[in-house]
């Protein structure tokens, strides 16, 4: 087949690999999704073989070559540079040892039975709007008052960093309205709003997903400890003391 270019993408799931492909023009060479097994519970190594043999397939399904090829787009549960380099050093669901040691530490983390309460909150609210109250907006509220003091530290690479919680929230939050908003239009799928044309998916829906968002970080704390960084310095108490890196249990 005749292209000047492609972009590939690949979802890099539990299980799957889902590949597409589309040519200069935005459109769709395949008609399915390609799929191979992920390998990611065999571990890193035998994951990376599958994203290469996953690309090969969606190229030889559409028949282009390499060469055409411009960029390749990866929906990773783990930690991925933009330059496309994976982290070994977690991810959210790969239960191989490989992937694990992505190391995230909280300070004025609030008291564990008011998250869990706050999430309950929001569960319920879920269902109980079509009926009573929305009552999103103190949701939102109570959000901002528990976590306005708590900061996340986290190590891309070799460097520890930080950023307050409720930031990092709003930016999974905002990316994956992005990601709706990509979808919709692309006629991957449609709202209601936009079966007589598309427009941009309702801005409700990203304070869906911030909310969405608080009960799936609740969950995982429950069942994962949350730990504080170690303190390296107490000659400044105005300035958040750096973790020093964590050590893995044998």
Do not use: C
Request: hydrophobic letters at 45%.
């Amino acid at each position: 087949m005749a292209v000047d270019w492609v972009v590939v993408g690949i979802d890099n799931g539990g299980t799957t690999n889902n590949g597409t492909i589309l040519d200069s023009s935005g459109r769709f060479l395949l008609d399915r999704m390609a799929e191979v097994p992920s390998d990611v519970r065999e571990g890193p190594d035998k994951a990376i073989r599958a994203l290469v043999q996953s690309v090969e397939q969606v190229l030889g399904l559409a028949g282009v070559p390499l060469s055409t090829v411009r960029a390749v787009g990866l929906d990773t549960p783990g930690p991925a540079s933009a330059d496309g380099v994976i982290s070994s050093k977690g991810s959210t669901n790969f239960a191989h040892d490989g992937w694990r040691g992505f190391d995230f530490r909280f300070t004025n983390f609030p008291p564990r039975w008011t998250t869990l309460a706050l999430a309950t909150a929001i569960y319920v609210n879920f269902f109980a709007h079509h009926w009573l109250p929305d009552i999103r907006w103190g949701l939102f509220a109570a959000t901002a008052v528990l976590f306005w003091r708590t900061k996340v530290w986290f190590q891309p690479v070799s460097r520890y960093r930080s950023m307050p919680l409720l930031v990092g929230f709003f930016l999974v939050a905002i990316f994956i309205w992005f990601a709706e908003n990509i979808g919709t239009f692309a006629h991957a799928w449609s709202y209601p709003n936009q079966m007589h044309g598309w427009q941009l998916v309702p801005p409700s829906k990203l304070g869906s997903w911030y909310l969405l968002m608080i009960i799936s970080f609740v969950l995982v704390s429950l069942v994962s400890q949350v730990r504080e960084p170690d303190l390296v310095s107490r000659s400044d108490k105005r300035s958040a003391a750096r973790p020093t890196p964590a050590r893995q249990a044998p």
